[in-house]
């Protein structure tokens, strides 16, 4: 049974998981003033972070429509292929709804489904999905793996500033004002669609030491069966510093690195930290 797997750029995911031939990624559109860019075709992340940081306006993000969905999914489906589709968070983005709508006017053999995470997050049901497609499981099988995996799935993350969570209305105004001031950095879990604030970091020194903390505490300081991701934006060098902590502290079934793409950027700004888990 020929299977393609298909993700919104709302799921960042690693190289070698974009690169598989069965998987295909459909822009989100970034819209920067009266310019319009599809996620990561007609922009690069590096050319982003640049205009991220030197815009005066925060950018904007649109979901990707109907009409994208119905193109890809006719497309396959003429080709002989059963469809999964793993999108973020319906709480998040109407993306879901419009690869539902493409789906209901497509085939029955199209299965969608709601990460309800964003980000990495959802990255790791994409990376799940490829481990199942790879053992040649069938749709139904993958969807419940996938179901399975639901309570196992964590994201955690720290953005080098609250500017751009200020700026849109992710954290109340007085609250970023104080954080930045006093270099506190907020260590945010995303739960059931909404980013919860779960920690605190004074300045950058600290960060990586304590995301590797507290997901170690979130899974009873046993990660051996589990797959890890982490991701940065264009600060290679905090990066670094996560990297060399989470090799000398943690012992995964998995490890693989990405960046945080630009609808997720758009939000927490271009220097960004996070690491996530699932079964």
Same mark, same amino acid.
Do not use: W
């Given at each position: 049974?020929?299977?393609?797997?298909?993700?919104? %750029?709302?799921?960042?995911?690693?190289?070698?998981?974009?690169?598989?031939?069965?998987?295909?990624?459909?822009?989100?559109?970034?819209?920067?003033?009266?310019?319009?860019?599809?996620?990561?075709?007609?922009?690069?992340?590096?050319?982003?972070?640049?205009?991220?940081?030197?815009?005066?306006?925060?950018?904007?993000? %649109?979901?990707?429509?109907?009409?994208?969905?119905?193109?890809?999914?006719?497309?396959?489906?003429?080709?002989?292929?059963?469809? *999964?589709?793993?999108?973020?968070?319906?709480? %998040?983005?109407?993306?879901?709804?419009?690869?539902?709508?493409? #789906?209901?006017?497509?085939?029955?053999?199209?299965?969608?489904?709601?990460?309800?995470?964003?980000?990495?997050?959802?990255?790791?049901?994409?990376?799940?999905?490829?481990?199942?497609?790879?053992?040649?499981?069938?749709?139904?099988?993958?969807?419940?793996?996938?179901?399975?995996?639901?309570?196992?799935?964590?994201?955690?993350?720290?953005?080098?500033?609250?500017?751009?969570?200020? #700026?849109?209305?992710?954290?109340?105004?007085?609250?970023?004002?104080?954080?930045?001031?006093?270099?506190?950095?907020?260590?945010?879990?995303?739960?059931?669609?909404?980013? #919860?604030?779960?920690?605190?970091?004074?300045? %950058?020194?600290?960060?990586?030491?304590?995301?590797?903390?507290?997901?170690?505490?979130?899974?009873?300081?046993?990660?051996?069966?589990?797959?890890?991701?982490?991701?940065?934006?264009?600060?290679?060098?905090?990066?670094?510093?996560?990297?060399?902590?989470?090799?000398?502290?943690? #012992?995964?079934?998995? *490890?693989?690195?990405?960046?945080?793409?630009?609808?997720?950027?758009?939000?927490?700004?271009?220097?960004?930290?996070?690491?996530?888990?699932?079964?």
């Amino acid at each position: 049974m020929k299977i393609k797997l298909i993700c919104d %750029s709302l799921c960042d995911i690693p190289k070698e998981i974009e690169s598989k031939e069965y998987v295909e990624v459909v822009p989100l559109t970034v819209i920067f003033g009266n310019k319009e860019y599809k996620d990561n075709i007609d922009i690069t992340n590096e050319e982003y972070y640049e205009m991220l940081r030197t815009s005066e306006t925060l950018p904007k993000t %649109s979901q990707v429509t109907y009409i994208q969905f119905k193109e890809v999914f006719d497309k396959y489906i003429e080709q002989g292929y059963h469809i *999964i589709c793993i999108t973020g968070a319906a709480k %998040s983005s109407g993306t879901f709804q419009s690869a539902t709508l493409a #789906k209901n006017d497509t085939s029955e053999n199209i299965h969608v489904f709601d990460t309800v995470n964003l980000s990495l997050g959802s990255g790791q049901y994409v990376i799940k999905a490829c481990e199942l497609i790879e053992q040649n499981l069938n749709p139904e099988e993958v969807i419940k793996g996938l179901e399975d995996i639901k309570d196992s799935v964590r994201l955690l993350f720290v953005p080098g500033t609250l500017d751009y969570l200020k #700026k849109s209305g992710r954290v109340p105004v007085a609250a970023a004002i104080i954080g930045n001031m006093l270099s506190i950095k907020p260590i945010f879990f995303f739960d059931d669609a909404e980013a #919860k604030l779960i920690g605190k970091v004074r300045g %950058s020194k600290h960060i990586a030491s304590k995301l590797v903390d507290t997901i170690l505490e979130m899974n009873d300081n046993n990660l051996e069966n589990k797959i890890i991701t982490i991701g940065y934006g264009d600060n290679y060098s905090d990066f670094e510093k996560l990297k060399e902590e989470v090799n000398k502290r943690i #012992k995964a079934r998995r *490890i693989l690195f990405t960046r945080g793409g630009s609808c997720i950027c758009s939000h927490t700004g271009p220097e960004i930290l996070a690491i996530s888990c699932s079964d």
